[in-house]
Nanobody, 123 residues
């Protein structure tokens, strides 16, 4: 299986930036699409962004378009989520997840999940 570990979360002021990392345990990662999801207490987990196995196609939910950028470095077996112009409503636990080949709108189709990293946007 593919083991995923998120990192890079923390406390940031509104308007600030963070870069999240999703590091994998094996080069099998490079055959997978990687999605970023987030969850806040009392709400369902929502999709944020996804990048396909080649890195050539990326998807973003409307609420973060123009502010977040997803990228991957297959040599480093890592996917990144660059988050700029952060807003308090971006506060959540952020998870990365993997499924083979292509992104999907269905969370149930992602087979591997990390433990999450906390992002808090507050003054």
């Amino acid at each position: 299986q593919v083991q995923l570990v998120e990192s890079g979360g923390g406390l940031v002021q509104p308007g600030g930036s963070l870069r999240l990392s999703c590091a994998a345990s094996t080069f099998t990662f490079n055959f997978h699409a990687i999605g970023w999801f987030r969850q806040v207490p009392g709400k369902e987990r929502e999709g944020v962004s996804c990048i396909n196995k080649s890195g050539g196609i990326a998807y973003y939910t409307d609420s973060i378009k123009g502010r977040f950028t997803i990228s991957r470095d297959n040599a480093a077996i890592t996917v990144y989520l660059q988050m700029n112009s952060l807003k308090p409503e971006d506060t959540a636990i952020y998870y990365c997840a993997a499924r083979r080949n292509f992104c999907s709108d269905s969370q149930s189709l992602y087979n591997y999940w990390g433990q999450g990293t906390q992002v808090t946007v507050s003054s």
